[in-house]
């Protein structure tokens, strides 16, 4: 089992302003290591809630606290409970623990290392592996289903979209040319594919050819946009007044949706200045805190080059 870097992980627990008896959320358990420093700094008499839809990290996370008295015997009493559910389910699960509201509440939207680095999972085009990409094995799509089904428009949409691949015309000919002779079945087939068609020009620009591609195949799959939506509206709702949420992205989509989304419940009346009462009824619900996102030092990139694209941006429930 590979150990999991938290990215921003200081920077994340400044911001919460968490204290001793709080409630909080971690609403993408992963590695643990923000699940774990949330715990230190509300404990004693706190209570922290962890979902996770890889059933493989609470296993990990489980296995992991094993070693640690005080937060094994907080599994034990509740104070600590990771449970195994989208964290677009945050308000169903929320009201199965009788929980109304919470102090603090955040989300990483990042893969951990262990997830991103178990070939059987299929979610980088550097280990080879089946072509799975779902972060809850319990649902049906997967990305074989999807490159070998999908016609032509709808691959190079999904590229173009949530990939932002410049050559998404190109790869998904040539996946739907290569699958009529064989299925595309592991991500060494994938890989392969798009590294024959990239043009020699794009091959050397910072990133790998296939790494646009497996983005937006994994985001598909996972319908991460949707839940990140459902998420957001959800977190913001079960926050008590004074409580904070934190959010960290790693690709300019789901930083977009973030960004527009605490835009949003920052800004009150929005109807036409001629009018000279508000009929919209819209009022201030957050206070933004990161007027621009909070991103990784030279130092921790260095150690950890995975945090380089990441993004913290924060609001208070007023």
């Not at 493989?56 to 600590?80: C, N, Q, T, Y």
């Not at 289903?145 to 949409?157: C, G, K, P, Q």
Request: charged share 30%.
């Amino acid at each position: 089992m590979t150990r999991h870097t938290s990215v921003l992980l200081e920077e994340t627990i400044k911001n919460l302003h968490l204290e001793k008896g709080k409630i909080a959320v971690d609403a993408t358990l992963g590695g643990g290591g923000h699940a774990l420093a949330i715990f230190e700094r509300i404990m004693p008499g706190g209570r922290l809630i962890a979902f996770d839809a890889d059933a493989d990290a609470i296993s990990r996370f489980r296995a992991r606290v094993a070693e640690m008295p005080l937060v094994e015997g907080a599994l034990k009493e509740g104070a600590l409970l990771p449970i195994k559910a989208n964290y677009s389910r945050i308000g169903e699960m929320l009201d199965a623990e009788g929980i109304v509201g919470v102090d603090a509440i955040m989300a990483d939207l990042g893969f951990s290392s262990d997830q991103i680095e178990s070939a059987e999972r299929g979610f980088s085009f550097r280990n080879d592996g089946p072509l799975d990409m779902r972060l809850d094995r319990s649902t049906d799509l997967t990305a074989k289903s999807i490159v070998n089904t999908y016609d032509e428009h709808a691959l190079r949409r999904i590229l173009e979209i949530y990939g932002n691949e410049p050559e998404a015309r190109r790869i998904a000919r040539a996946i739907v040319s290569k699958r009529e002779s064989a299925l595309i079945e592991t991500t060494e087939a994938l890989r392969s594919i798009i590294e024959a068609v990239y043009p020699a020009a794009r091959k050397h620009q910072g990133i790998h050819p296939a790494t646009r591609s497996f983005q937006a195949l994994r985001i598909v799959v996972n319908r991460e946009y949707d839940h990140l939506e459902s998420f957001l509206a959800q977190a913001v709702e079960r926050l008590n007044h004074g409580g904070r949420l934190a959010v960290i992205t790693f690709h300019s989509g789901e930083d977009r949706i973030v960004k527009q989304f605490m835009k949003e419940c920052s800004i009150g009346c929005i109807c036409p200045p001629e009018f000279p009462v508000c009929r919209c009824g819209k009022s201030v619900l957050m206070r933004i805190v990161t007027k621009k996102p909070i991103v990784p030092g030279e130092s921790e990139i260095t150690l950890n080059p995975r945090s380089r694209s990441a993004k913290l941006r924060v609001i208070e429930k007023l």
